[in-house]
């Protein structure tokens, strides 16, 4: 089952100067287009460079429509969202989705944006190991990784993540990350349709848990 987890000991660990993030990590879709959309406001220039290849000013409405349509199965994505002390949802700090190359395929593709606030907390970390467990009950079997060569921390996360380096020139290397089959095979969705009934689930943990097939 997918756990809801908070990542407030890698906060601690990896930046210890600010507040620790409380965060909720979990099933993005069509109710976070708003939090999608100003989580890319927040982004610096270079953010965006670093996520899109190139300069880039504004998400357009198709856009925005493709990014918030994961159906959980060619299409899984998950949002980090800061909780405040009450444990209610505030702002999105990152996003992290896969998208079959091809339908019914075992091949996705995996793209990760942190907001430039959170950077160097764990944030992308912890959304990357979440979504390397989401796609095994689905039938993804490699994960496909664009990244510039400039962008260090993402070549470092793709590399713990056991991800193999290609160089493909113009400064571009692509990471392949093979994901073990889940123990036993699941014929549904590993989603739920509806993100925002998970919130009466959650529960704080010491620790990141990794979710269980």
């Known amino acids: 089952m997918y756990e809801l ?16 993030l409380k965060l ?7 109710a976070d287009r708003e939090r999608l959309k100003a989580c890319f406001d927040g982004l610096s220039p270079k953010s965006r460079r670093m996520r899109f290849f190139a ?29 405040d002390d009450q444990g209610r ?13 091809e339908p019914a395929g075992d091949r996705a593709e995996i793209s990760i944006t942190v907001a430039d606030k959170a950077h160097g907390q764990g944030v992308g970390t912890a959304m990357f190991r979440q979504l390397m467990e989401l796609p095994r ?32 020139g113009d400064g571009i290397v692509e990471y392949d990350c093979e994901l073990p089959p889940p123990p036993q095979t699941h014929r549904h969705r590993p989603w739920f349709p509806h993100p925002y009934q998970l919130v009466s689930t959650y529960r704080p943990v010491a620790r990141i848990a990794r979710s269980q097939p």
Not at 7 to 13: I, K, P, Y
Request: aromatic residues 4%; contains cysteine; hydrophobic residues 40%.
């Open 5 to 20: 987890h908070l990542v407030e000991h890698e906060t601690n660990h990896l930046n210890p100067a600010p507040q620790a």
């Open 24 to 30: 909720r990590i979990r099933p993005s879709g069509a």
């Open 137 to 168: 009950a689905a039938g993804i079997r490699h994960l496909r990784c664009e990244v510039l060569a400039e962008n260090l921390p993402m070549r470092k996360l793709a590399l713990a993540m056991g991800g193999q380096p290609e160089w493909m």
């Open 55 to 83: 300069s880039k000013h504004h998400l357009s409405e198709a856009e925005q429509d493709r990014f918030s349509s994961a159906d959980g199965w060619d299409h899984i994505a998950v949002a980090a969202v800061r909780l």
């Open 89 to 101: 949802e505030t702002e999105a700090l990152g996003f992290a989705r896969c998208i079959r190359l």
